[in-house]
């Protein structure tokens, strides 16, 4: 018989959202009249915006056509798409970044897991807590980590804790490790890295020559111009990060898939024997190796994101967004609850009501409420006392569901 992969029998029974959705199904069927709104998976409710939508319509009458039809495309991304990014991403906040250190990929959350099989196996992996769940579990799958251990920890993981006290933005570990992942605006807290502290985390893995990967998924809900957008905006930042962009969440692309990530030419790992490998040209290696490229429909539709008209429309959902999380936060805090984020961020993190389990919390939210989000246990034992609630859905939803919430707990 084939033997398989034993290090997926550490992981619990479910990831956290299909979970979720089980127990949401279940009380759905059980109680049909009730009308749930969901505020828990962050997927965006806003459609595609016009100029997008145009763009693709066009790209889909090229594929049609002999002389503009387009096979297998660069697996690294087509020309236009790179210089948008270069251009509006990089260049605009003084930050250059060259067409070669950008890779188009299907998603944010194939790029961070995909983005270990570039270090040794006994590499040593660093993670926030709470955590965005992916980074945890693909180490885990690639056997990365011992068991799962009666705290929620897993062996053989660097946990950092993300607190009230440090505003959910942990400092370095005290001891060196070579990998470590850093999400700002951060999933789940909807808390923000500011100048300083990232200043602090490069200067630390320069020191120790660890590599940083950073999120940015959600960099385009940074409301104040202070505040990066890009760990590349720090200096040294080249010698020692690896950045993940999206556009799921800046342009709706959450269906339509959408990523890149910078790895810079200056970024080196080090072989068994010492010697110094560029980790640019092995992520080329890899990409071109397993990855065939994102669709020229789909690439077009990015682009057009950058346009003028594109920017607007975009830009305009994100404010839309920001501004169901600023009524929520307003909202729940009048009713008594302790909140974070939602300022740069779509997700508002909020301690639970006497510190109750956050399960506990998520099944009297969907029967008091019939209101759904997500428990802080599920992004780690250091998730536990709160609850992430997210800011995607239409207007009138995000009005009724707070008045829901009011009611039932306030």
């Known amino acids: ?108 959350k194939c790029d961070s897991g995909n983005v270990q099989e570039l270090f040794d196996a006994a590499a040593s992996i660093a993670v926030s807590d709470p955590v965005y769940p992916v980074y945890v579990d ?43 992942y850093l999400c700002s605006p951060n999933n789940p807290t909807g808390t923000v890295a500011s100048r300083a502290g990232l200043e602090q985390w490069v200067a630390w893995a320069r020191q120790h020559k660890a590599i940083i990967l950073f999120d ?63 980790v640019n040209a092995m992520w080329s290696r890899r990409h071109s190796t397993k990855f065939n490229g994102v669709s020229y429909v789909v690439q077009r539709a990015a682009a057009a994101a950058y346009s003028a008209d594109g920017l607007r429309e975009t830009m305009g959902q994100v404010a839309f967004y920001l501004d169901n999380a600023r009524r929520m936060r307003e909202g729940l805090t009048k009713a008594g609850f302790t909140i974070f984020g939602g300022v740069h961020a779509p997700y508002l993190w909020i301690r639970t009501p006497d510190r109750m389990p956050s399960w506990d919390f998520f099944d009297q939210l969907l029967t008091r409420a019939h209101v759904v989000g997500t428990p802080g246990a599920g992004f780690g034992p250091g998730g536990e006392g709160y609850f992430r609630l997210s800011a995607f859905n239409s207007a009138a939803a995000v009005d009724e569901a707070i008045e829901r919430v009011v009611k039932a707990f306030g």
């Open 216 to 278: 940015a998924a959600y960099e385009a809900y940074i409301s104040d111009p202070a505040v990066p957008h890009s760990i590349f905006e720090i200096e040294g930042a080249k010698e020692c990060a690896i950045e993940l962009r999206s556009f799921s969440k800046r342009a709706g692309f959450t269906g339509v898939r959408c990523a890149f990530m910078v790895i810079p030419k200056q970024l080196m790992g080090q072989g068994a024997g010492g010697q110094l490998r560029s």
């Open 1 to 108: 018989m084939a033997r398989i992969n034993d290090h997926f029998s550490k992981l619990p029974a479910g990831y956290l959202f299909p979970e979720i959705g089980r127990r949401v199904r279940a009380y759905a069927a059980a109680h049909p009249d009730a009308k749930v709104i969901r505020l828990g998976i962050g997927d965006v409710t806003e459609p595609l915006s016009p100029t997008i939508v145009a763009a693709m319509h066009a790209a889909v009458d090229e594929m049609g056509q002999r002389p503009t039809f387009r096979g297998y495309g660069p697996e690294q991304g087509y020309d236009f798409l790179l210089d948008a990014i270069r251009q509006h991403d990089f260049g605009a906040r003084g930050v250059d970044i060259g067409a070669d250190e950008i890779f188009v990929s299907d998603g944010s």
């Open 138 to 180: 693909s180490n885990v799958m690639a056997g990365r980590t011992g068991p799962l251990g009666a705290d929620g920890r897993f062996a053989g993981l660097v946990y950092m804790p993300g607190t009230e006290a440090n505003g959910f933005q942990p400092a370095p570990p005290e001891h060196p490790v070579d990998f470590v």
